[in-house]
Structure formats: C-alpha cells, structure tokens
T-cell receptor
Framework: QQPVQSPQAVILREGEDAVINCSSSKALYSVHWYRQKHGEAPVFLMILLKGGEQKGHEKISASFNEKKQQSSLYLTASQLSYSGTYFCGTEIDQAGTALIFGKGTTLSVSS | DAGVIQSPRHEVTEMGQEVTLRCKPISGHNSLFWYRQTMMRGLELLIYFNNNVPIDDSGMPEDRFSAKMPNASFSTLKIQPSEPRDSAVYFC??????????FGPGTRLTVL
C-alpha cells in the first residue's frame, strides 16, 4: 500500500519553513526519508523507527506518530540547496523488508 | 569509493526489442534493489536481492521483465519484448543490510 504524501508541491523563499507529511493506511515499522535533486539519484536523509525518537539532519528533522501511522518532515530556515523532491519510504513489518515509496513532494526554494 | 554503477545511462529502443540494464553494487553490499520511476507512479520497487538471492519480485510488472544476480558484484534487469509503457528511469540501489540504500545514477529508457 503506497503511502500518501502531502502536499504534492511546496514553493518557498529562502529562510521559510515547510512541513511534508507521509501517511499510511497500515501500521508502520519504520519510515525512511530521501531527497532527490532534479536529474539525480535519491539520497538517504534519515530513518525513523517505531518507538524511536525524532531525528534530525542539519536543519531538517522528522517525527513519527505510530498511532496515526504518519511521519512529518520539517524543513527549517530553508536554503536553496533544499530544493528537490522528497520521498518517504515505509516498511510495514520489520526492518530489512522492501520499502514502499510515496509519490514525492517537490520543494522549490528561491532567493 | 565508487558508488553504484549503472549502464547504460540512456537507452533508446524500438518496441519489441530486448533491453538489458546493468548494475554493479557497492563492493561489500549484500542487498540490491531495482526500482522504476515514472511521473505517474513515482518510485516503484521491482525486485530485490539479498546475498544474490531474489527475495521479493512482486513488483515485477509482468513476465516480460526478468532480473538476475549471478554474483555479488553484478545484476541485470531485462525487458523482452519492450513496450512504450516501459519508458521510465530505472534505478539500482544497494545496501549493507542497514536502512540506507545507495542509489545509482539511473538508466533513462525510452521505448519508441
């Protein structure tokens, strides 16, 4: 079951904040976040595990609400380099199973 | 260190032709994944291998697609015969069993 990401696209100016959500209809074991810049391969940002704590990567952090089967990615004081498409990937049962990715959220940051 | 290597980077072929995509994972990695990316469907997992053994091929769209991993350093994804709807970017990724998957640069396939 493919997770649903929202919004589909976000347009920001440098310094502004954004939140990207990832929701699943099934109970999740973990949520993985990747960023893909235009014409490049996806790059791993972080993983959030069931029962784990909120994670951070530079000014990008994420949370995982197990009860709601939802994860949120927080981009604070956005920089031009944050532009790209953000994907969440979910594991349902346990670590080491295949990831199912959402369709992505495209973030555009301008100066 | 070299990352995941994929070849060719671009492939243009005609409907009905056989297409073979190649992947060399990062040395020492024991899991390998093949993904297909399109605007409509996003990033879809086609198949993944663990220690050269196919674990889950439920994402392979139909019998026209096949994948092999004859050894730890090489994998192929074959489409025979190819169709225009197979046009997409195909990514190979590898991991060391942990959460982080390292993606290759992708192969952009166009089937005319």
């Amino acid at each position: 079951q493919q997770p649903v990401q929202s919004p589909q696209a976000v347009i920001l100016r440098e310094g502004e904040d954004a939140v990207i959500n990832c929701s699943s209809s099934k109970a999740l074991y973990s949520v993985h976040w990747y960023r893909q810049k235009h014409g490049e391969a996806p790059v791993f940002l972080m993983i959030l595990l069931k029962g784990g704590e909120q994670k951070g990567h530079e000014k990008i952090s994420a949370s995982f609400n197990e009860k709601k089967q939802q994860s949120s990615l927080y981009l604070t004081a956005s920089q031009l380099s944050y532009s790209g498409t953000y994907f969440c990937g979910t594991e349902i049962d346990q670590a080491g199973t295949a990831l199912i990715f959402g369709k992505g959220t495209t973030l555009s940051v301008s100066s | 260190d070299a990352g995941v290597i994929q070849s060719p980077r671009h492939e243009v072929t005609e409907m009905g032709q056989e297409v073979t995509l190649r992947c060399k994972p990062i040395s020492g990695h024991n899991s390998l994944f093949w993904y297909r990316q399109t605007m409509m469907r996003g990033l879809e997992l086609l198949i993944y291998f663990n220690n050269n053994v196919p674990i889950d091929d439920s994402g392979m769209p139909e019998d026209r697609f096949s994948a092999k991993m004859p050894n730890a350093s090489f994998s192929t994804l074959k489409i025979q015969p190819s169709e225009p709807r197979d046009s997409a970017v195909y990514f190979c990724a590898s991991s060391l069993g942990g959460p982080e998957q390292f993606f290759g640069p992708g192969t952009r396939l166009t089937v005319l």
